[in-house]
Every structure is written in structure tokens, then in C-alpha cells.
């Protein structure tokens, strides 16, 4: 390996230091350097790369667009250095940090419960869950797993199947006894249907009408951007929503929600996938051990 091979990990931790810390002064303290020793590392960098990391034009450190690209990916190469000596130092033991995307639903009725268990089992590991149903960028935001709902798109990421679950539309007793209950595909036209603020690849509730299945669309008069947020909106007694069974299955044991309409249910399922990058021995084992809890432990009910 050429010398300039074995330093480019050394400018990436310099430039990253710099970038976390704020300015060259800052990394340069703590990497044992002078300022101008950093920038000029910096600029030898911008000149190999043949493009600009950071605008000079202010006294704080702004990136540009490709500076901003450079430091995520640099930062998650640094990441995984530290995690292949961790795991050669104590003889593949998982350790580190796994960070997860999951929607709010599926954190909390899955993965939350089952956490207890997973750092039991691996002592040595720590998780970062982001809650959000928006679909993220991995690299963009150094996730290493992100649990996704639906029909996958093309692209580079390996998916790992967690299982499927029914759907079902529910109501709060108070709701009903205020807006009458539906019984017919006629009778859910005239209540408040809550609906997600996000595209979706089916834009509506699938209901059987004469044996064919049809789409009644959402009111939208009231709309939330996450799943467990429409939950919640049915359980204040709101309206009506079309949730993944696992969602709502304690509230509907408890009497909390009631499912309506079932003769309507078409039987769709919506399944979930665990989504990462990189497969088999590529894959650091704290993020190995994570995938195969999730796909033996996981259950997504109904």
C-alpha cells in the first residue's frame, strides 16, 4: 500500500475534526497540530479531490454541497475503522454503536420491547434509534438499519424480510357512540376518515365492493405526518383510521379501539423489510447480530 494510501485516513480524521469541532484552530489543538498545518492539509486535500470542501469567505467554517457529501461519507469510513479494530482487538465480539430508522409504530409496538433482551445479549453493543416514517438516506444520516413499510424501490441497499401484517380500520367507543357505527361501505363515506400527510403508494383504504376491491380515499380534513400518530388521534376519539394490526391490537383486546367493517377487508398485508448496506462478511458484526435478532425476534401480529 503507497503511502498517500495509508495518510488519506489521517486527513479524513483531521478534516472530520475540523468540520465537528467548528474551525481549524479547534482541530488542530486536538490533533496535536498548528492551524495553519490544517488548512493547509485541507487545501492539499481540495487539490487531489479537484473540487472545494469548505468556502473560505467567512470566519466560520462553511461547507459547500460536496464538502457536506465528503464529511458524511468520511465520517462513516472513520466509523467503520474504529469498529474493525474494536472487532479485532476483542476477537469479533459485537461492539459499538448500531443506529436504527424506524417509523414511531414500529418502534414503539416492536423494536422497544424487544430492546431489554437484544443489550442482555450483547453487552459490549449500544443502540441509537431515529424515529421517523420519512425515508432516509443511510449514508446521509450514518444509519446502519432502516425497518421500511410497503413495496421496496430499486437501489443499492440489501433488504432483509421482518414479516407482514393485516390491516384494520378502528374506532374509540366514544367515537362511535358520538358518529354512529359503520356498517357498510356507504356508511364510512359519511365519517371523518384521519389520513397520513405523506405520499403512499396506495392512496386510500382498499375495501371489497361487489367482490372487487375499491379505494375510499381519506377526509384529509385532519391529517398527521407518522402511524402512531394516527393512532393516537383514534384513540382520542377523533375519527376513523386504517392501522397495521400489530399497531392496535393491545388497544382492541383492552377495548380501547374497535374494528369495524371486517366483511369489508380485502386482506391486504403490508410488510416490512429490514434495509442496510453491504451483505454477508461486509457487514460489521454489531450490525450482523442486530439483523439476525430482528428477523428471528420480530413479530408483527394478525
Known sequence: MSRNAINRSGEMAVFVRAVELGGFSAAARECSMTPSAVSKLVQRLEERLGVRLINRSTRQLQLTPEGCAFHERAARILADIDDAERQAAAG????????????ASFATHVLMPLLPEFLTAYPELSVDIIQTDAVVDLMAERVDIAIRAGPLKASRLVARKLGS????????????????????????TAHNRLSLSYARDVDGWPLLSDGETTLLRPSE??????????????????????????????????????????????????????????QGGALPSRVRVMLDFLATRARLSG
Open 92 to 103: 469479533d465480539v459485537p461492539a459499538g454503536r448500531v443506529r436504527i430508522n424506524a417509523s
Open 165 to 188: 401484517t393485516s390491516m384494520t380500520i378502528v374506532g374509540s367507543p366514544s367515537y362511535l357512540d358520538r358518529s354512529g357505527r359503520p356498517e357498510c361501505l356507504d356508511d364510512l
Open 221 to 278: 380534513r385532519l391529517r398527521v405526518s407518522d402511524g402512531e400518530g394516527l393512532r393516537k388521534l383514534a384513540l382520542t376519539g377523533v375519527g376513523l383510521a386504517r392501522l397495521a394490526t400489530f399497531m392496535v391490537s393491545d388497544d382492541i383486546a383492552a377495548g380501547r379501539l374497535v374494528p369495524l367493517v371486517e366483511h369489508l377487508n380485502p386482506g391486504d398485508r403490508e410488510t416490512f423489510h429490514a434495509v442496510f448496506q453491504g
